[in-house]
T-cell receptor
Framework: NAGVTQTPKFQVLKTGQSMTLQCAQD?????MYWYRQDPGMGLRLIYY???????DKGEVPNGYNVSRLNKREFSLRLESAAPSQTSVYFC???????????????FGPGTRLTVL | RKEVEQDPGPFNVPEGATVAFNCTYS??????FFWYRQDCRKEPKLLMS???SGNEDGRFTAQLNRASQYISLLIRDSKLSDSATYLC??????????FGSGTRLQVQP
């Protein structure tokens, strides 16, 4: 039982390049999330998928797209990377999208992305 | 103004000390609150939920004060292994979780 896995762990891009961050969970969770974490800013929600087949914008969606490929997988795409997208990206999943006190979010190990 | 605000610290305390962190939230519609722990260069992990009546889990006690809109985390008998960043988190029912930027704790021998 691996929990939430992310690939790659590290990536360096040049401005204007594109890439897709992959996320998969094996806990049969319905909801999945993408966050970015910058120094002094905390975790900010980029996009989320409350259930398979749905996606919604979070706090900072500009410059990103997502795909909920199936119940297990949720990918994040940068179409034209910019230096402002240098960050640590975390994927998370939860059993349901309720925010209730029992609705724990489980995070992947993160992808450290640098855009030059 | 950030929706969830925390003192970034660091809080440097000796082993065995008691330390408390506060966190304030601006959205009175916030329904649920949590403390997550994040070790250096690792992913956040749920430490505990925060209930209106307050709750305790071993050496950790969480309190919620809705009137003043703050949440607290008390750690008793600090261990070296408690060194981490503690993230205050709220849920408004609107759009997933809102994370504070974290308070860093360094427990020293």
């Amino acid at each position: 039982n691996a929990g939430v896995t992310q690939t790659p762990k590290f990536q360096v891009l040049k401005t204007g390049q594109s890439m897709t961050l992959q996320c998969a969970q094996d806990m049969n969770h319905n909801s999945m999330y993408w966050y970015r974490q910058d120094p002094g800013m905390g975790l900010r929600l980029i996009y989320y998928s409350a259930s398979e087949g749905t996606t919604d914008k979070g706090e900072v969606p500009n410059g990103y797209n997502v795909s909920r490929l199936n119940k297990r997988e949720f990918s994040l795409r940068l179409e034209s990377a910019a230096p402002s997208q240098t960050s640590v990206y975390f994927c998370a999943s939860s059993e349901v999208f309720s925010g209730g006190s029992t609705d724990t979010q489980y995070f992947g190990p993160g992808t450290r992305l640098t855009v030059l | 103004r950030k929706e969830v605000e925390q003192d970034p610290g660091p809080f440097n305390v000796p082993e065995g000390a008691t330390v408390a962190f506060n966190c304030t939230y601006s959205n009175s519609a916030s329904q649920s609150f949590f403390w997550y722990r994040q070790d250096c260069r690792k992913e956040p992990k749920l430490l505990m939920s925060v209930y209106s009546s307050g709750n305790e889990d071993g050496r950790f006690t969480a309190q919620l004060n809705r009137a003043s809109q703050y949440i607290s985390l008390l750690i008793r008998d600090s261990k070296l292994s408690d060194s981490a960043t503690y993230l205050c988190v709220s849920y408004t029912g609107r759009r997933a979780l809102t994370f504070g930027s974290g308070t860093r704790l360094q427990v020293q021998p």
